[in-house]
């Protein structure tokens, strides 16, 4: 098992950048997710780091050795595809111990590997069978099959579940984070989906734009965003954001607007200009005795809670309150937020305003 | 009754299969007619109304494979009795078989050239379909259509340059010479099929196999050729009817040593009067391989074996 290091690496096809200089630390053992929307160079990335691309410039570091310009088969890792990629003239058996052919193992030897993965796998009955019947479920497995055999270095996994229907993912992913805690494996994992990420990941990297947004512990992203992208890209509903024009001082622990003076972290960081509010909809109470006003324009009811989309003077926000609220649309009520929560964003950058809340969790990347 | 989307009704199939055996019927008709008609006397041949009805003889194929002199009664006294069946048929006509005809030569050629341009084809061409479907190749779509555009005239237009060329380059009357040039006519068909085959294949199976541990050739070879197999077969097929089809420029640029069985077949008629059994049996015999051959790659056209490996 292996650290990966990644540092400054950029990739452009033509003149499309898609990564541009990231630089981030993969430690042995952790179960790594690459976050972002699609087209935002997180396959990419991944795919730098298997050897299926090259990149135009900066270093990949696994175990501490540069691969950057390695090809994929001198890398000693293993790669779980979207679409499975099963060869599809071989049976389960041979898809699973073909890795073990290619670096020439006797094939009794590999036999009896591949039967103890079919093993750990519950996948035994169907060794003989060929992968085009299997259901996906199966196939996953199968293709995971393929992967660990080898006892690779990492694991690089391209949104391994996409092609599973929704219950099912489910499932896969407590048997995928399951078996990554027996196994102990470096595994880098891609997805789109930022419920996913927060469920399996020890740590998340967050990309926009080839950009690394963000880079830290699931709990850690979610509560204090470094951009307002990552603020908005997790979270369902995301961060409400109150625009306004204005300034906060640095050291203050006040900020006003809409006529109201809001308690927020102490800042560490002063500007001046459009500037956004942010705080997530748990952290909002309806409060008719609270001076910040807003008018009920919709309510979605969840079970235990649910979400009242309101209209202030500063933009729409969204507010997750308990089911047993009586909250009728056309109110006018007050908004009370949780003033330990808020962040604040420079509007025009988008990046994180400094405060001793988060302080110590901004990583730019 | 019910009605279904998916399962048309019965009087729907009788007729579509109605369609179908006529269809065949239409198509089969003329060649059934050229293998009876190898079976015929030159009489029944050529009688009318034509005869259906025969007695079926083999002279059309000993014509077909011997050269024979007419012989006066005292020669055919001095040959002495017939030696072989063959010889037998040839006596019956007052005719001596003086030696086998050129036709198995003509005929081997047209394997050579025929066969040996479809290999050479379906190994260029696979190799430029996979670069072209995976590479980045510098103006790309610029030279599809540059190869796709020496399609767009008929061969035989550039049958004198070729001519020329090949005059020049001593590659006139020589197989290599005919086996080059049908690679030539045939290879931008095959680039294009088999781009579309290769296209088909996802690339995460090379992929998979880079990562296994294998080269570019090797999962090139071990991923890619398996599962492109259906698609070169139908290539190989359309390439091999061509070649072995070919006409015009075998006339023109073979004489003796290189010369395929479609030019050789009309001369046969010129040689003894108009000789239509053995016309007839040379064509059913140059029918074979190409039938043998797609035959034998038919599972390969009719196997989807991609089938369900990777969700879409």
Redesign the interface.
């Known amino acids: 098992m292996a650290q990966i290091r990644i540092e400054n690496v950029r990739k452009d096809f033509g003149a499309f950048n898609a990564v541009k200089s990231s630089t981030f630390t993969i430690e042995d053992g952790e179960f790594f997710m690459l976050l972002g929307p699609s087209g935002c160079g997180k396959t990419t990335t991944l795919r730098m780091m298997a050897g299926l691309e090259l990149p135009t410039s900066g270093e990949i570091f696994i175990d501490g050795e540069e691969v950057g310009m390695k090809p994929a088969s001198q890398r000693d890792i293993a790669f779980v595809f979207q679409m499975f990629a099963l060869y599809p003239h071989l049976n389960v058996g041979k898809n699973i111990s073909y890795p073990l052919i290619s670096q020439g193992m006797p094939k009794a030897q590999a036999t009896k590997k591949v039967h103890e993965i079919a093993e750990i796998l519950g996948i035994t009955d169907i060794l003989k069978k060929p992968v085009g019947g299997l259901s996906g479920g199966d196939r996953q497995r199968v293709a995971l099959g393929r992967a660990i055999v080898r006892d690779p270095k990492a694991f690089f996994m391209d949104e391994p579940l996409g092609a599973l229907d929704a219950e099912f993912r489910e499932h896969m992913s407590e048997e995928l984070r399951a078996l990554h805690d027996r196994m102990n494996a470096t595994t880098v994992y891609v997805t789109h989906d930022q419920l996913e990420a927060m469920q399996m990941g020890d740590k998340i990297v967050v990309m926009n734009h080839g950009v690394v947004e963000q880079f830290g512990v699931p709990q850690d992203i979610y509560d204090w965003p470094a951009t307002k992208f990552v603020a908005q890209f997790i979270g369902s509903p995301p961060m409400n954001f109150l625009e306004f024009r204005g300034m906060v001082g640095n050291g203050e622990s006040k900020v006003r607007f809409g006529d109201v003076a809001f308690e927020i972290p102490r800042m560490l960081d002063g500007a001046n200009g459009d500037l956004t509010f942010g705080v997530r909809p748990e952290h909002i109470k309806l409060d008719d005795a609270a001076p910040y006003r807003g008018e009920v324009a919709a309510v979605e009811y969840l079970g235990t809670t649910q979400i009242i989309t309101m209209k202030t003077s500063n933009g729409t926000i969204k507010a997750r309150v308990p089911s047993s609220d009586v909250v009728k649309v056309g109110e006018r009520t007050g908004l009370h937020f949780d003033a330990r929560t808020i962040s604040m964003f420079n509007a025009d950058t988008g990046q994180a305003l400094k405060s001793e809340a988060n302080e110590g969790v901004l990583t730019y990347g | 009754m019910s009605f279904s989307v998916t399962e048309p009704n019965k009087s729907t199939k009788w007729f579509a299969g109605l369609l179908v055996v006529t269809y065949a019927v239409v198509t089969i008709i003329p060649l059934l007619w050229i293998i009876a008609t190898g079976f015929k006397s030159p009489a029944d041949s050529i009688s009318y109304p034509p005869v259906v009805v025969f007695e079926p003889t083999l002279e059309g194929y000993v014509n077909l494979f011997t050269d024979r002199t007419r012989a006066t009664d005292d020669m055919l006294e001095a040959a002495g009795p017939p030696q072989t069946w063959y010889d037998e048929i040839a006596r019956k006509r007052g005719t001596i078989i003086s030696g086998p005809s050129r036709y198995g030569e003509r005929f081997l050629n047209s394997v050579i050239i025929g066969f040996g341009s479809t290999f050479l084809c379906m190994v260029l061409g696979t190799a430029a379909a996979y670069a072209f479907s995976r590479f980045r190749v510098p103006l790309k779509d610029d030279l599809l259509f540059f190869i796709l555009s020496t399609r767009m005239m008929p061969p035989i237009a550039v049958a004198i340059p070729i001519f020329l060329m090949f005059r020049n380059l001593g590659l006139n009357d020589t197989h290599l010479g005919m086996i080059l040039l049908y690679t030539a006519v045939n290879l931008s068909l095959s680039v294009w099929l088999l781009k579309g085959f290769i296209d088909e294949i996802?690339i995460?199976?090379e992929?998979?196999?880079?990562?296994?541990?294998?080269?570019r050739f090797?999962a090139f070879y071990k991923?890619v050729l398996?599962?492109a197999a259906t698609g070169i077969a139908s290539t190989a097929i359309f390439c091999l009817i061509f070649a072995w089809n070919e006409y015009a420029f075998a006339v023109l640029l073979t004489s003796g040593t290189a010369q395929t069985a479609p030019p050789f077949i009309p001369n046969i008629i010129g040689v003894n009067g108009k000789d239509w059994p053995a016309v007839a049996a040379g064509a059913t015999i140059f029918l074979v391989p190409v039938m043998v051959f797609t035959v034998l790659l038919r599972k390969h056209l009719l196997r989807g074996?991609?089938?369900?490996?990777?969700?879409?």
């Open positions: 996802p995460e199976y992929e998979a196999a880079l990562i296994d541990g294998y080269t090797q991923v398996p599962q074996i991609t089938f369900g490996a990777v969700r879409k």
